[in-house]
């Protein structure tokens, strides 16, 4: 079965929503001949691909769809995201840093300094003293802690690891998905944490866990099978048909 557009499905969210093209363009401040175009898949009035992106954000939320969903579909419609720019080809300088030259030692400075020390030395000896420190405070100047003998030995406090915090198995729900052929999902929490956001391909499946609830976007209803909390439910919809789904832990059946 052929996808639905981008176009086709924006427009069928607005009418659904009962919103007219003029109360839509009100809401999202964009022309309704662009928001006409864009519902025909006519993206040549938006300047480009950065723009188009940013109108279908806008229009996708002002009818109630999730915008990066949308965004994705349209990157898959159109020849994906724009590769990106390295910042190192892009910032580059030609400015050379100069260093600072390294002087060498200023003798001058040191035999001054050391011909202070001789004159200070030669006074004292005159004035009748040794030339040496005081014994109180060499001894100060070399004191050390020491440990007393015969300290007994202590062994140093045993830190007890901190266990993780498990969730009760009765607040767990368990989602498992398998793709019967490649469509977009888009997996979150009941804290809207993402805890997955792409394609899973044909013939793979795979399995999220988290407490409270499971929040699913389905890009292809028909093209993946559920399983909640060990329990089958099959497909969620028809083919090409796009779908949220919501389960907490003890009820295998969407809310």
Not at 107 to 122: C, E, H, N, S
């Amino acid at each position: 079965m052929q996808e639905q557009s981008i176009g086709s499905t924006l427009a069928t969210a607005r009418r659904s929503a009962g919103l007219t093209v003029g109360q839509l363009s009100a809401t999202t401040r964009i022309r309704e001949a662009l928001i006409y175009a864009i519902e025909r898949d006519d993206f040549s009035l938006c300047g480009g691909d950065f723009y188009a992106r940013g109108h279908i954000k806008s229009i996708a939320r002002g009818v109630g769809l999730d915008p990066e969903t949308m965004v994705h579909l349209y990157d898959e419609q159109h020849g994906g995201v724009p590769m990106p720019v390295r910042a190192a080809t892009v910032f580059q300088t030609e400015r050379r840093v100069k260093l600072r030259e390294r002087r060498g030692p200023n003798w001058t400075m040191a035999l001054g300094v050391a011909l202070a020390i001789v004159v200070v030395f030669g006074v004292v000896r005159v004035m009748g003293g040794s030339g040496e420190l005081p014994a109180a405070e060499v001894k100060q100047a070399s004191a050390v802690p020491s440990v007393p003998p015969n300290t007994p030995f202590t062994e140093p406090p045993v830190v007890k690891p901190v266990k993780p915090v498990v969730v009760a198995k009765k607040d767990l729900v368990v989602v498992r998905i398998k793709a019967k052929r490649s469509s977009y999902l888009n997996v979150r929490d009941a804290e809207g944490r993402k805890l997955f956001a792409g394609t899973l391909h044909a013939g793979k499946s795979s399995t999220w866990r988290a407490a409270s609830e499971v929040n699913l976007l389905i890009g292809d209803a028909g093209a993946v099978s559920l399983q909640v909390n060990g329990r089958n439910l099959g497909r969620p919809g028809s083919s090409g048909e796009m779908v949220r789904r919501t389960f907490g832990p003890s009820m295998p059946r969407p809310r």
